[in-house]
């Protein structure tokens, strides 16, 4: 996964910022789409960013597209500002970029996660006094 990270001047984001970002559903492929979503940094943290600016952290690639998420740093920043501007309206180029590439970014639970849950399910009810916990099991 690619992560692209873009200042914007507050005065060249012509639409409202509302909430702390957007996903984009794998069905705006067809609309021109290639993010999966973006945080709007600044509005979560506002120390992040100077007062006049926004900060937009933008996701690239994932299990959606590898490829996509190893192109270059000009590929990846055109593909985040085009969709930031279908969203928000830019009036201008970003005033900073920064590029993180994350080969195994979010964990991605497999079709057959629910069969790991179950043997989790029987181990602990065959081993008394064992008992688990984390992200993935509760």
Do not use: C
């Not at 060249?12 to 789409?33: A, I, Q, W």
């Not at 979560?44 to 933008?58: C, I, K, N, S």
């Not at 994932?62 to 055109?78: T, V």
């Not at 969709?83 to 979010?106: C, M, Q, R, T």
Request: proline share 5%; hydrophobic share 40%.
């Amino acid at each position: 996964m690619s992560i692209i990270i873009t200042a914007f001047k507050k005065q060249d984001v012509k639409r409202p910022l509302e909430g702390f970002g957007v996903l984009v559903p794998s069905k705006e492929v067809k609309n021109g789409f290639q993010t999966l979503g973006t945080l709007f940094s600044s509005n979560m943290f506002p120390d992040r960013a100077p007062t006049d600016q926004y900060l937009f952290t933008t996701f690239i690639g994932g299990s959606r597209n590898r490829k996509l998420a190893k192109s270059q740093l000009k590929d990846l920043q055109e593909v985040a500002v085009n969709d930031l501007n279908k969203i928000l309206g830019l009036g201008s180029d970003p005033l900073s970029v920064k590029h993180i590439y994350w080969n195994e970014a979010f964990p991605l639970y497999s079709l057959d996660y629910n069969s790991v849950i179950a043997a989790i399910d029987r181990m602990g009810k065959s081993l008394p006094g064992l008992y688990f916990a984390g992200v993935g099991y509760l």
